[in-house]
C-alpha cells in the first residue's frame, strides 16, 4: 500500500512541477511583451474563465436543474479564455502570429459561441 502511496506521491509532485513550469514560462513570455501589466491581467481572466467553465461543466453533469444554462455559460467563459489566449499570443494583437499555431483558438472560440447558443435555444 504505501508503494502506491509513494508512486501517487511522485505523480502528484511531477504534475505540480510540470504546473509551475508553465506557469513561469507564459510569466517569461508576458515580461518580454509590449504591454506586459495587461497581458498579466488577461492571463488571470483567462485562468479564472477556464476554472469556472471547469467548475460549471462538472456541476452540469449532474442533470441539476439548469443543467442547459450551466453549459452554455460554461461554453461562453471557453470562448471568453479562447479570446484570452488569442490577445496573449498576439501580443494584443501587436505581432503577427503563424495561422497554424492560431488554428485552434480561432475555430474553437467561435465554435464555443455557437454551442453556448445551441443550449440555450434548445432548453
Known amino acids: 500500500m504505501s508503494d502506491v502511496l509513494h508512486e501517487v506521491e511522485e505523480v502528484v509532485e511531477d504534475v505540480i512541477h510540470e504546473f509551475t513550469d508553465a506557469l513561469h514560462e507564459e510569466e517569461d513570455s508576458i515580461a518580454h511583451s509590449h504591454h506586459p501589466k495587461l497581458e498579466h ?3 488571470l481572466g483567462r485562468n479564472i474563465t ?3 467553465a471547469v467548475l460549471l461543466f462538472a456541476v452540469s453533469l449532474f442533470h441539476v436543474p439548469g443543467y442547459a444554462i ?3 455559460v460554461a461554453y461562453f467563459f471557453g470562448a ?3 479570446f484570452s489566449e488569442i490577445l ?3 501580443d494584443c494583437f501587436s505581432q503577427k502570429v503563424p495561422h497554424q499555431e492560431m488554428f485552434m483558438a480561432y ?3 467561435p465554435m464555443y459561441i ?3 447558443l445551441s443550449y440555450l ?3
Open 50 to 52: 477556464v476554472s469556472l
Open 41 to 43: 491581467w488577461i492571463l
Open 80 to 82: 471568453a479564455a479562447y
Open 107 to 109: 475555430c474553437f472560440g
Open 88 to 90: 496573449l499570443m498576439t
Open 121 to 123: 435555444l434548445s432548453h
Open 114 to 116: 455557437l454551442l453556448g
Open 70 to 72: 450551466l453549459k452554455a
